[in-house]
């Protein structure tokens, strides 16, 4: 399978497909699970913050092997990624609409006044 760009849905299919294979070795598929597949998306993001500490981005950007590595650990990022999206039945379109309007509310947003008053204030 060779693809230049995937879409949510086709990725969505694939996790559904990864899962049709191994369901006689893997439980059911529980929204609960989310909250773990949150957790296992976390230490893959870990495993790409090992890369970039020991390695560093130019080797990510110029050294084959290096980007190699980065990458598989980045798709296992997005793997748990969506399966998060499967567990919880959301949709594409659920998802895409929401990131829309994310983006426009952060098009118009004073991300360093924000953040004075998230982290300026006496809270903690």
């Not at 870990?46 to 500490?53: N, R, T, Y």
Request: hydrophobic share 30%.
């Amino acid at each position: 399978m060779s693809k230049k760009d995937l879409s949510i849905s086709e990725m969505k299919k694939m996790q559904e497909e990864l899962y049709e294979a191994n369901k006689d070795k893997w439980k059911k598929i529980e929204p609960e699970d989310a909250k773990n597949h949150i957790l296992y998306m976390m230490e893959e993001v870990g495993e790409c913050i090992s890369i970039i500490k020991k390695k560093g981005i130019t080797a990510i950007m110029e050294d084959k092997e290096v980007r190699s590595r980065f990458l598989e650990e980045i798709t296992d990022v997005q793997n748990y990624y969506i399966e998060i999206l499967n567990r919880l039945n959301i949709t594409p379109e659920e998802y895409s609409n929401a990131y829309i309007e994310k983006h426009n509310y952060n098009m118009n947003r004073n991300f360093q006044k924000d953040n004075e008053q998230k982290y300026n204030k006496k809270t903690f």
